[in-house]
């Protein structure tokens, strides 16, 4: 599973968004009787407070974030600050691969 950074605007948004869409489910299963305009609340609100949660952990991230000199420089840093591979040899590392591969015989 490919992992990604949480981000909590995105899952109120959803809450809210999924919490309409009951809301609709059950006036349209005749629970109850909702007018039509009854979501304007729910939906601008949710979207409200999920710019607000997202600005919210925008400014936690900012300000967790390490801070370096040179701008350029990822989080991670620039590829040549890791460090590289062993390279490969050329012989191999046991009798057994040193061995000549023998054909078929079929051609």
Do not use: N
């Not at 979207?47 to 390490?66: D, E, N």
């Amino acid at each position: 599973m490919l992992r990604h950074e949480f981000q909590p605007g995105r899952l109120v948004a959803g809450c809210f968004l999924a919490a309409a869409g009951l809301v609709y489910a059950g006036d349209a299963g005749g629970l109850w009787d909702t007018p039509w305009f009854a979501m304007i609340p729910i939906v601008v609100g949710g979207l409200f407070l999920a710019a607000a949660t997202a600005a919210v952990a925008h400014g936690i991230r900012k300000a967790r974030k390490p801070r370096s000199k040179d701008a350029s420089r990822s989080a991670d840093g620039p590829a040549a600050d890791r460090p590289k591979a062993p390279a490969a040899t050329e012989d191999p590392a046991s009798p057994e691969d040193k061995a000549p591969t023998t054909g078929s015989g079929a051609a």
